[in-house]
């Protein structure tokens, strides 16, 4: 039996397939509330820290590595946190998950280094996940706080709260 005409038929399949669907957005209920940390930047540092390099959060949230790790070291984390590539290839899932009501799709996709068809195709796709996130998007809006303030107590004194100038 000859290959060429089923290949012929995946091709013909391919060319004739409806165009990458955009990403989905469900019934849109409201993000969760993250009353325990300051503000948003905080939480996303927080859930990312040691899985995702801070250069890359720096580029997500719009600020410098060093900005991001002072943030991070405000909260009592590591200041340089090991963090391994594949992360992002084979732990997408949990980091879609941890920034699913915090980050809208646009910082989502620059957080994973996915397009947004890539990620269309996971939220379809991978184990029925847009299902498993509750079938909707959150409204979240994007994490532009500022990131040269850290508003959490210092490890050395946890007592005093930095304010912004």
């Known amino acids: 039996m000859s290959m060429r005409p089923c290949i012929a038929c995946f091709l013909t399949m391919l060319a004739s397939a409806p165009a990458a669907e955009p990403l989905p957005v469900g019934n ?6 993250v009353p325990h940390f300051p503000d948003t930047l905080h939480a996303v ?6 899985l995702v390099e801070p250069a890359r959060l720096a580029a ?21 946190p090991p963090v391994r590539p594949e992360w992002r290839r084979r732990g997408y899932i949990t980091l879609v998950r941890r920034n699913w009501h915090l980050l809208p799709y646009e910082q989502l996709l620059g957080l994973l280094d996915l397009s947004a ?28 706080n500022d990131i040269s303030a850290p508003r959490c ?3 050395a004194n ?8």
């Open 60 to 80: 997500v949230l719009g600020g410098t590595a060093e900005q991001i790790t002072a943030v991070a070291v405000s909260m009592g984390l590591p200041a340089a």
């Open 28 to 33: 849109q209920p409201p993000p969760l509330a």
């Open 117 to 144: 068809e890539e990620l269309a195709v996971a939220l379809r796709e991978d184990d029925f996940l847009f299902v498993k996130l509750g079938g909707g998007r959150p409204k979240s809006r994007p994490s532009s």
């Open 45 to 50: 540092v927080w859930r990312n820290w040691g």
């Open 153 to 155: 107590p210092s490890p």
């Open 158 to 165: 946890p007592h005093s709260h930095s304010s912004p100038s």
